[in-house]
């Protein structure tokens, strides 16, 4: 069983950053993919980003793509992302996943957290 709470959502203006944060509970998170989704108001849950367990590959939704970084630190059970150049079109629920598969959590995480609001004003 995996805990996720995430944090760092709030209102910023277009192409300002944003970094997001992840804390986990439990003895093996090094053993778990992790990524982050969005929800944006009226629109289907989407894959952002992932980073593989031992931190060392990662992949990006086109979308965002040179704009998000995302990060762990297995010491201290986190995942972040980094958001910069942040666009209107970025405004959503951001959503903290974990999974034992890293090949396929682009579909969808076995644990979630509750989720943090982003909001980006033109």
């Known amino acids: 069983q995996v805990q996720l709470v995430e944090s760092g959502g709030e209102l910023v203006q277009a192409g300002g950053s944003l970094r997001l944060s992840c804390a986990a509970s439990?003895?093996?998170?090094?053993?778990?993919?992790m990524g982050w989704f969005r929800r944006a108001p009226g629109k289907e849950r989407e894959f952002v980003a992932t980073?593989?367990?031992?931190?060392?590959?990662?992949y990006y939704a086109d979308s965002v793509q040179g704009r998000f970084t995302i990060s762990r630190d297995n010491a201290k059970n986190t995942v972040s992302l980094q958001m910069n150049s942040l666009k209107p079109e970025d405004t959503a629920v951001y959503y903290c996943?974990?999974?034992?598969?890293?090949?396929?959590?682009?579909?969808?995480?076995?644990?979630w957290g509750q989720g943090t609001q982003v909001t980006v004003s033109p």
């Open positions: 439990g003895r093996t998170f090094s053993a778990y993919a």
């Open positions: 980073i593989s367990g031992n931190g060392v590959s990662t």
């Open positions: 996943g974990a999974s034992r598969r890293y090949s396929s959590i682009r579909l969808g995480a076995d644990y």
